[in-house]
């Protein structure tokens, strides 16, 4: 492995000896969103580890910032071996800053393995915060915020997407998911028949960019629009999405897990699946097809 040549000018600031690693939040589609903090660690840090370094370089242009320290790449697929050559140079007295393309590092995003790594080196970690796609569509959908979980991008393959949404369908809080556009109508789809085609949600697409748009509603009639777009021979929805969805209505109502539990009972003493299924979900109002997959993924 090939280490980094760390430059040995003084900080900026006065960081602790052993030098630190700092996650910086990037745009996420405004480049006036760039905070006078971030501009500054830009130009002044020894490293920099991009996602995408063609992209850094891009967005360094933007904000009229010339990068004086070393650039690599950290992204997916090599921040578990580039994580100790990185903390190497921190431990070395050097200012590290880690950026991916958009938003905050770690969320969704190469971050979470070095910091992880940094933690168990007891090497400084902080953060420059700033815009996040989570946050901003959380504060857009309309639906309640004081409670909420980030669930990220659902399974590619309808089995398993259909799976973990019948996880979610008892959770109180509201869900905040990343999908790709290509994907985005059969996931309402899934949505709509996991979590009940009534379910309050909203769908965020190019945030902060010029294309920005909030759609909000019941899930069916959500999926119904994506839908009827592509029809038409529009463009459906494109660029960056986020799906925010209410959490469960009706928290008190038992369980889903002991709904499976039921339902499982009833397959061992002889019933067939689908019809101990259809007589729980009539009898407690659950969604059928939710606590279907759910049992069959419990079997």
Known sequence: MNTLAIATEPFTTSPPAGGVLVLAATPIGNAEDASPRLRRLLATANVIAAEDT???RALADRLGVTITGQVVSCFEHNEATRADELLDAAASGATVLL??????????????????RAAERGVRVTAAPGPSAVLTALALSGLPTNRFTFEGFPPRKPGERDRALATLVAEPRTMVFFEATHRIAATLEAMAAAFGADR?????????????????????KLAALVIEREANGGPGLRGEIVVVVSGA????????????????????????????VADVAAITGAPRRALYNAALAAR
Request: aromatic share 2%.
């Open 54 to 56: 063609r992209r850094l």
């Open 99 to 116: 950026v991916t393309d958009a938003g905050m590092p770690a969320v969704s995003d190469p971050g979470y393995l070095l910091v992880a």
């Open 200 to 220: 309050p949600a909203a769908i965020c697409r190019e945030l902060t960019k010029t294309y920005e748009e909030v759609l909000r509603g019941p899930l069916h």
């Open 249 to 276: 209505a009706t928290p008190d109502e038992p369980p889903l897990t002991s709904l499976v539990a039921e339902v499982l009972a009833r397959v061992a003493a002889g019933e067939r699946l689908k019809e101990a």
